[in-house]
């Protein structure tokens, strides 16, 4: 498994920015997809964004496109979750997850796709 930890989130106004990190560490980064997932109160986790192992391909819900931009750095064994123009109905748990599969073309879709998690990293906006 790949172990995950994120960080970066916290408090901002709306209309404001913030960076999110996730620092891998175990197998090789690398080979790996990625995800970020959030989960709101009251709701079900959602992927939000994800990124191809060689960072090609990216896909991004509709609720976070043009805003949020995913990025990778293979060699710092991180990946990026970029927020801007925040609004109060993003504020959530964050979370990294690795795609449970190495060197696979896809970007993973679903939660069972994904088979290591960080501990989250909760954003709040505020009004």
């Known amino acids: 498994q790949v172990q995950l930890a994120e960080s970066g989130g916290g408090l901002v106004q709306a209309g404001g920015s913030l960076r999110l990190s996730c620092a891998a560490s175990g197998r090789t980064f690398s080979n790996y997809a990625m995800g970020w997932f959030r989960q709101a109160p009251g709701k079900e986790r959602e992927l939000i964004a994800g990124i191809a192992y060689s960072g090609g391909n990216t896909y991004y819900a509709d609720s976070v496109k043009g805003r949020f931009t995913i990025s990778r750095d293979n060699a710092k064994n991180t990946v990026y979750l970029q927020m801007n123009s925040l609004k109060p109905e993003d504020t959530a748990v964050y979370y990294c997850?690795?795609?449970?599969?190495?060197?696979?073309?896809?970007?993973?879709?679903?939660?069972?796709?994904?088979?290591?998690w960080g501990q989250g990293t909760q954003v709040t906006v505020s009004s």
């Open positions: 997850a690795a795609d449970l599969l190495p060197m696979t073309s896809r970007v993973g879709k679903h939660e069972s796709d994904f088979g290591s």
